[in-house]
């Protein structure tokens, strides 16, 4: 029942403006790839991509295997793009909460800002699962 219940929240999420922010994500993500220097941003820029096109019955888990690499690189995105993708985030959220059926998109929304704001050093799992070894 529960999976029923992702499947028909993703569907939903896509139709509202989920597939809209993947595809941007995406395309940041190739602009990263084209920058050289900044691939490892575009590799956390299709994580998210792929972590925003079907969020319901996912979450993000720390990797075990992150280094201090991927601190450092955090807070170069953070600086850089991290927070503005995360207001980008809240705002959408808040104005999904407006409506009744906006409300899991909205959180579907809050669920995206920690990612957005530090995607290095992350993985996507299955609810309920701690990390990809477990």
Known sequence: MRALLNLVLNVIWLIFGGALVA??????????FALIITIPFGVASFRMANFTIWPFGRTLV?????????????????VLFGWWLALGHILLAVA????????PLGIANVKLVPVSLFPLGHEIVPVGQRSSAA
């Open 23 to 32: 595809i941007v994500y995406a395309i940041v993500g190739i602009i990263c």
């Open 62 to 78: 720390p990797k075990p295997s992150a280094g201090i690499a991927s601190g450092i690189a955090n807070v170069l995105w953070f």
């Open 96 to 103: 999904q909460f407006l409506s009744i059926i906006g409300i």
